[in-house]
C-alpha cells in the first residue's frame, strides 16, 4: 500500500497555501484585487447577500459539535473505532491549524489603504475549513459504494459556503483558497496514519456508474467555474490594466473571485477523492 502520495500531496497543499499567502496578502496586486472584489460585493442581489449571511451563521460551535459527533457515530456504527477517532480528528485539527494560523502567525500587511473592519488578518478562513475538513471526514467514515453520494451532497453544501464567505464579505478569495489547501495537507496527514496502521486496503469490486457520473459531473462543474472565473478576471485586466479594472469593474472583480472560489473548493476535494481512487478503509 503506497503511502508517499499522501505525504506529497501533503506537502504541496501546504506549498499552495504559502503561495497564496505570499502572493495575495504579501503584494500590493493582491491586496488591491481582493479589495476591489469586497467592493463588488456589495453590488450584489440583496438576496444572495442575506442567504449568504444566512448559510454561514448556520455555522456556530454547535453545528461543529453537531458535525465531529455524525461522522464519529458513522465510524462506531461501521466497527472502526481508529477511523472515528481518525475523522473526529481531522475536523478537529483544521480547524486549530486554521485558528492559530490566522489569529497568531500570519499577520496582513497595511500595503493599501483599507477600512478599519478589513484591516485584520482572515487568511485562511475558519468556516471554509470546516465545510472542507466536514467532507473530507464524510468521504473518509462512508463505506466505499456510498463515497459518491457522500460527495455529491457534502460537496455541494461545501463549495457553496466557500463562495458564500465571498459573497457575504467574511473572507477574501485567498482565505477560502488557502483553507481548501491547508484542510486538504490536514486530511492527507490522517490518511497517511490510517494507511500507516493497516488500516487501508485497495477495493476490488466493481466500478459504480452513478458513481462515475457524479464524479464526471464534479470535474465538469469545476472547469465552468475555472473558466468562467479566469474569463471575468483576465480579460478586463487585458483590456483595461489593474487601475481602471479595480476602480470601473468591481463588481466583475466580485463575480471572478466567487466562481473561483468555488473551483478551488471542487479542485481540493477531487484531489482527495483521486488521493483515495481504489482505497477503503478496512
Not at 500531496?9 to 504559502?18: C, G, W
Not at 484585487?33 to 449568504?52: I, S
Not at 456504527?77 to 481518525?86: D, E, I, Q, S, V
Request: with cysteine.
Amino acid at each position: 500500500m503506497p503511502v508517499r502520495r499522501w505525504a506529497v500531496v501533503a506537502a504541496v497543499s501546504v506549498l499552495v497555501a504559502v503561495a497564496v499567502y505570499l502572493l495575495a496578502v504579501w503584494t500590493t496586486t493582491g491586496q488591491v484585487l481582493e479589495n476591489a472584489a469586497l467592493r463588488g460585493a456589495d453590488e450584489a442581489d440583496p438576496g444572495e447577500r442575506d442567504a449568504a449571511d444566512h448559510a454561514l451563521g448556520q455555522i456556530t460551535v454547535y453545528s461543529l459539535a453537531v458535525a465531529v459527533v455524525a461522522v464519529g457515530v458513522v465510524g462506531m456504527l461501521r466497527r472502526r473505532p481508529a477511523l472515528a477517532f481518525a475523522a473526529v480528528g481531522l475536523i478537529v485539527a483544521g480547524q486549530a491549524v486554521t485558528q492559530v494560523l490566522k489569529r497568531f502567525l500570519l499577520p496582513r500587511p497595511a500595503l493599501v489603504p483599507v477600512s478599519e473592519d478589513y484591516a485584520a488578518n482572515s487568511l485562511p478562513s475558519g468556516h471554509t475549513t470546516i465545510a472542507m475538513t466536514v467532507l473530507f471526514a464524510a468521504l473518509l467514515v462512508v463505506p466505499y459504494r456510498w463515497r459518491g453520494v457522500a460527495l455529491f451532497f457534502v460537496l455541494s453544501w461545501a463549495v457553496g459556503i466557500g463562495a458564500y464567505t465571498v459573497t457575504a464579505k467574511w473572507h477574501r478569495l485567498s482565505d477560502t483558497v488557502a483553507a481548501d489547501a491547508l484542510s486538504l495537507a490536514v486530511a492527507c496527514l490522517v490518511s497517511w496514519w490510517l494507511v500507516r496502521r493497516g488500516l487501508v486496503r485497495h477495493h476490488d469490486g466493481p466500478r459504480r456508474i452513478p458513481r462515475v457520473l457524479i464524479v464526471a459531473f464534479t470535474v465538469l462543474a469545476g472547469l465552468v467555474f475555472l473558466v468562467l472565473g479566469g474569463i471575468l478576471l483576465v480579460v478586463p485586466l487585458a483590456e483595461q490594466g489593474l487601475a481602471a479594472t479595480v476602480s470601473g469593474d468591481a463588481y466583475v472583480v466580485y463575480l471572478a473571485a466567487n466562481s473561483l472560489a468555488s473551483f478551488f473548493s471542487i479542485a481540493t476535494a477531487l484531489v482527495f477523492l483521486a488521493a483515495w481512487r481504489r482505497l477503503e478503509v478496512a
